[in-house]
């Protein structure tokens, strides 16, 4: 019961501050500071890329959506201070599939510990609310993507679609894969051009243009814009 005999049971150091038995620095060696899950689940909008997390979307980058949903799934021992949770990068593994490489790292009275784990991760591709409402809109221009050879390449259709700055990807409405290639629906004529002048720039690209459904309305002349991009 005296002060005296407090010390840790585990390298009997003693005048130190005890949590439990334990010193802070034997503390963090033997205990499980984090219990983090066995898996981690992130809705990315398949459109926008935005991500759903705390009940609403977001757009973050996917690692601080994954970290931030790993911090609240995880079960985190009481005596911890400032701890950081990251995560690092994103791999596939040969038996779990894709998992997170995550990092945890704080404090047990001045004890310092850092923790890495894989956690098995699975992202579905939706449709977040702003996108759905989009959809329903009317479409002005669409960009078909084609390969030259009938086939488009996957690094083509990666350097197209990050030549999307943020205003094209407010304006597109739509994405559908066909087996020739990716068609992008734009809600604007001038938007859905200046997409296919700015990636013209970055590759070379054949584009032919057609219009499809002509018909006039109120005296104006209307149709759909087609910009066909060989890339
Ligand atoms: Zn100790
Ligand atoms: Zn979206």
Same mark, same amino acid.
């Given at each position: 019961?005296? =002060? ?22 034997? !503390?963090?060696? +033997? ?30 980058? =996917? ?30 593994d040969p038996k779990e599939g894709k998992v997170v490489e995550v990092t945890a790292s ?17 992202? +579905? ?9 989009? +959809?329903?809109k009317k479409y002005e221009v669409v960009v078909q993507l084609r390969g030259k050879e ?7 259709? +990666? ?24 068609? !992008?629906? %734009? ?11 700015? %990636? ?21 002349? =209307?149709?759909?814009?087609i910009l066909a991009v060989r890339a």
């Amino acid at each position: 019961m005296s =002060e005296m005999t407090r010390f840790c049971v585990s390298c009997g150091r003693e005048g130190v501050q005890l949590v439990g038995s334990l010193c802070p620095s034997c !503390y963090v060696e +033997r205990t499980e500071l984090i219990k983090f899950p066995d898996e981690v689940e992130v809705r990315r909008c398949r459109f926008c890329g935005s991500s759903w997390f705390d009940r609403k979307w977001v757009k973050l980058p =996917e690692q601080e959506v994954l970290a931030a949903t790993i911090s609240q799934t995880s079960l985190i021992d009481h005596n911890i201070s400032s701890l950081k949770i990251e995560a690092s990068q994103i791999r596939f593994d040969p038996k779990e599939g894709k998992v997170v490489e995550v990092t945890a790292s704080g404090h047990v009275h001045g004890a310092g510990f850092r923790l890495n784990r894989s956690v098995r991760l699975t992202e +579905r591709n939706v449709t977040c609310d702003s996108c759905l409402k989009k +959809r329903g809109k009317k479409y002005e221009v669409v960009v078909q993507l084609r390969g030259k050879e009938g086939k488009l390449d996957e690094g083509v259709k +990666r350097l197209f679609e990050e030549s999307l700055d943020k205003e094209a990807l407010d304006n597109l409405c739509d994405v559908v894969s066909l087996r020739e290639g990716v068609d !992008y629906y %734009f809600i604007s004529k001038s938007v859905g051009k200046r997409v296919v002048s700015r %990636f013209s720039q970055v590759t070379r690209v054949w584009v032919t243009e057609s219009h499809e459904g002509e018909r006039v309305r109120d005296g104006r002349r =209307e149709s759909k814009l087609i910009l066909a991009v060989r890339a």
